[in-house]
């Protein structure tokens, strides 16, 4: 898991079936101050998230299979969680 921005949707007129009626978003990965850190990616909206969250990304194998109850789905990160606040305790 780790806490992602939402920058913007991907809107695909062909896709595979498991996404169908699914939202996808492109999330950049944050760092540990919440700064922007790393490559942007798809990830399957689970919780209703918009451009500018800070949300919280699942990734792993048979993650989205067991969320969405899908067999053989190609989805590999999931907008799990919109983050309200974060909070770091000293030294880090």
């Keep these: 898991m780790y806490l992602a921005k939402v920058i913007g949707k991907v809107v695909s007129i062909i896709k595979h079936s498991a996404y169908e009626k699914r939202v996808l978003l492109l999330v950049k990965p944050l760092d540990y101050h919440c700064r922007p850190d790393g490559t942007a990616t798809i990830a399957v909206d689970y919780v209703g998230a918009g451009e500018g ?4 990304i699942g990734a792993g194998p048979g993650v989205a299979q067991e969320v969405f109850g ?15 606040h974060v909070e770091l305790s000293e030294g880090h």
């Design 53 to 56: 969250d800070v949300v919280l």
């Design 70 to 84: 899908i067999e053989n789905a190609p989805i590999r990160e999931l907008v799990m969680g919109i983050i309200d």
